[in-house]
């Protein structure tokens, strides 16, 4: 049932993609020539993953849940302020380009397994943490975001290493797949904001004297828990063979110039041509024929900051709409609904962007990553502020019908085709050596933007309801002109893309 309607699904959203891109593959996808063959590799690839989907919740658990109750934890730690209290939910994005490269550069040179098993500890333990603090003691602002800084740095190393692990999973003929091999962050990430959404939801049907006295507690003590199984899960987790065929071929290289030094200069390409060759391997090969001269250096530093900064700029506004439904909580009960209505709501928003997963990674692995974001992103821009105004205008049982439906489905089926393929789209920009650092800097950066946007559409809400939706659209508009110029360019041969060239 669910593999048919993500084909009717998949081949609505082709149509849609035509109308913006007439250029047809080179290479047919699997998604079009053998659908069942795809599903059949799709469900063996979800069955391999469950150490990294259940990790993973563990990057979007802390800040999601610290998001959905922050009407309590403004009371707790910050003397009632909404504002300082979104300001220590944005803490944790302020560090994640900074755990991106250390964490990333362990990826790239000691393995992605590896990453991502020290990633779990960081975000197992200072959320955890978060819940043991006590309010009354001198600066324990600090203390908090103190531990927030830990947090983020974690999580910036967690989106590193699973986008970048998750896009080389597999063997020959991944290629045909990536999209729904990157469709697991989503469903991590939404499961994680139903996980917070459904505990938070628990605490506020507590009498309000003991949210404040222990109930806010109770969300960062369940990360213990599942911290000790995330890290149990990880310990046997794979590396990935692409990174694997690579550290063996550069260990040969090295043997083989030890034993002869004539060997050195050539040693890359000798050995490159002795292994089989994916569309990528052949690509990122050609550039590492030679050792790079100073000069080719400092090219290959510019070319991986410029697209470090495009992907930034295009995820910015992808990240931000993921993070909206969580701001949407507080704009709801600031409209007059209930907690539990405006939670419920954010709650049935995070099913409906799991229910999409699926179909919009066929939908993407059929019609090309760039092309369903465009058409997703155009739909976000165009709907975020005539939805919020036909909720905004509506009352009483009426007005949670209506937000139910608006809120909670279509806005988050428009979302998930802008944000399902990004990370793809991020890591086809970065070869493999250097991929897990410019994955996860460009998505730390775009996360600053993120993780700030709560603050700023609550600053802008002051002015009128319907400015967090405008902030949202403005947002989009760069990235979509973004968006285009990279596939135009790729589609001349002006920028390079490592992963899947052929369906960019």
């Known amino acids: 049932m669910i593999e048919m309607a993500a084909q009717s699904v998949g081949a609505a959203i082709e149509e849609a993609v035509k109308a913006v891109d007439g250029r047809v593959p080179s290479h047919i996808p699997l998604a079009k020539s053998n659908p069942r063959e795809y599903w059949r590799r799709v469900r063996t690839l979800y069955r391999s993953s469950l150490a990294v989907i259940v990790g993973n919740i563990l990057e979007w658990y802390d800040w999601t849940v610290f998001g959905y109750m922050q009407d309590i934890l403004k009371d707790v730690f910050v003397s009632g302020s909404g504002q300082q209290a979104w300001l220590l939910f944005a803490v944790p994005f302020l560090a994640r380009p900074f755990g991106s490269l250390v964490f990333g550069w362990i990826g790239d040179t000691c393995g992605r397994a590896l990453s991502l098993q020290l990633a779990i500890w960081g975000m197992a333990v200072a959320t955890a943490l978060q819940g043991c603090l006590v309010p009354s003691l001198p600066g324990i602002t600090w203390i908090l975001a103190a531990l927030r800084l830990v947090t983020g740095l974690s999580a910036g190393g967690e989106s590193a290493g699973v986008n970048t692990y998750m896009s080389e999973f597999g063997e020959e003929g991944r290629e045909h797949t990536l999209a729904a091999a990157i469709g697991v962050n989503n469903v991590s990430g939404s499961l994680a904001f139903f996980l917070a959404n459904a505990v938070s939801l628990a605490v506020h049907q507590l009498p309000r004297e003991t949210q404040l006295a222990w109930g806010w507690r109770i969300p960062f003590l369940l990360a213990a828990p599942l911290g000790v199984v995330s890290v149990l899960l990880r310990r046997g987790i794979k590396e990935t063979s692409q990174f694997q065929r690579k550290r063996n071929e550069d260990l040969s290289c090295q043997t083989a110039a030890g034993i002869i030094p004539d060997l050195q200069d050539s040693c890359g390409e000798s050995c490159d041509d002795s292994h089989g060759r994916s569309s990528e391997d052949s690509i990122e090969d050609s550039e590492q024929q030679k050792p790079p001269r100073p000069s080719a250096s400092l090219r290959r530093l510019r070319t991986f900051a410029s697209r470090a900064v ?10 931000s709409c993921n993070y909206l439904p969580i701001y949407l909580v507080s704009w709801l009960e600031e409209a007059g609904l209930q907690p539990s ?36 992103g155009a739909a976000t821009g165009v709907f975020a502020v005539p939805f919020l105004w036909f909720v905004g205008e509506t009352s009483h049982w009426p007005g949670y019908i209506t937000a139910f439906l608006v809120l909670g489905f279509l806005l988050p ?36 933007v993120a993780g700030l946007m709560p603050a700023a559409a609550s600053s802008l809400a002051k002015h009128g309801y319907l400015w967090p939706g405008a902030l949202i659209s403005f947002l989009i508009l760069p990235s979509l002109l973004l968006l285009a ?5 790729a589609a001349r041969g002006h920028l390079t893309v490592f992963q899947r060239p052929w369906l960019f």
């Open 310 to 319: 495009l992907a930034a700029l295009v995820l910015a506004a992808v990240t």
């Open 341 to 376: 209505v405006a939670l419920s709501i954010a709650a049935a928003a995070k099913v409906t962007q799991v229910l999409a997963t699926l179909p919009v990674s066929f939908a993407a692995d059929r019609a090309g990553t760039v092309s369903v974001m465009m058409c997703g």
């Open 413 to 448: 089926v428009f979302i998930s085709i802008y944000l399902v393929p990004s990370p793809l789209f991020m890591t086809s920009l970065f070869p493999m050596e250097q991929r897990g650092r410019g994955a996860g800097l460009c998505l730390g950066l775009a996360s600053v």
């Open 485 to 489: 110029c990279a596939k135009r360019a």
